[in-house]
């Protein structure tokens, strides 16, 4: 029933290893001499990941099944955001199962990737965590405005608007992609009462009064890729 949650895991995981193996960031302002994505740490990435991983634990309904699904739509935003900046990624789009967008992505300008990583993620984050408690809501925030007070002062503004449009125009893309999958809000609805378990001994059933099934739906699900072809690069 749950056999996507790892792919989501792996692409995850894939994302931090690869990021992770990058330089230190430099400060740049000359817009005719700026860095590719490859250049910079992943220090956005781990504080976000390491967020994320609170939010998860602490947020009503994020049963296994969903954390997964916010990790791999937050994930692929985040490469889809960044691949453009890199010299050797390609875009997902076209190659997982109903994904195909077009970006406003201004070749030969500058963009700062840090800006777009941060943006990024806090916009998947807010969206998927949107149930999550006043104060992590407020955790949610201020990782955000912290990292673009910062940046604002190592980077001229115009990169650092041009970063975060770009970013809110991937997120948004990715969000509305997720949007139709099947499993959208299923954090408010695990345990769907209109589901009655399937007469046969293949089939779940409950051990315990009162049970009710966990997601049992899920399997119905938009798959992230096609079953045919699984292209990842």
């Known amino acids: 029933m749950f056999k996507n949650s790892n792919f989501y895991y792996i692409l995850f995981i894939s994302f931090l290893i690869l990021s992770s193996c990058t330089s230190e ?4 302002d000359d817009t005719t ?3 590719s994505a490859d250049q910079f740490d992943s220090a956005v990435l781990v504080d976000w990941f390491n967020l994320i991983k609170v939010l ?10 969903v954390a997964a699904r916010a990790f791999g739509y937050t994930t692929i935003a985040l490469y889809e955001a960044i691949q453009v900046g890199s010299n050797d990624k390609i875009s ?3 190659k997982l199962n109903g994904l195909n967008i077009e970006t406003g992505y201004e070749q030969g300008s500058p963009y700062h990737w840090p800006t777009v990583a941060n943006t990024t993620l806090a916009n998947m984050t807010k969206y998927f965590y949107m149930n999550a408690s006043v104060d992590n ?3 949610i925030l201020n990782l955000e405005a912290s990292y673009k007070e910062q940046f604002l002062t190592q980077i001229n503004d115009e990169v650092i608007f041009r970063s975060i449009e770009f970013a809110n125009q991937i997120s948004g893309k990715i969000v509305l992609w997720s949007s139709n999958d099947g499993g ?5 609805n695990n345990f769907p009462s209109d589901y009655v378990p399937l007469s046969g001994i293949e089939f779940w059933k409950p051990t315990a009064p009162n049970q009710k099934a966990l997601l049992p739906y899920w399997g119905n699900n938009r798959h992230l890729y ?8």
């Open 25 to 28: 960031e430099d400060d740049f």
């Open 33 to 35: 001499d700026f860095p």
């Open 56 to 65: 998860t634990t602490e947020t009503d309904g994020y049963t296994p099944p």
């Open 92 to 94: 997902l789009s076209g």
């Open 137 to 139: 809501v407020t955790s």
């Open 184 to 188: 959208y809000g299923a954090q408010f």
């Open 226 to 233: 096609r079953l045919t072809q699984v292209m990842l690069c």
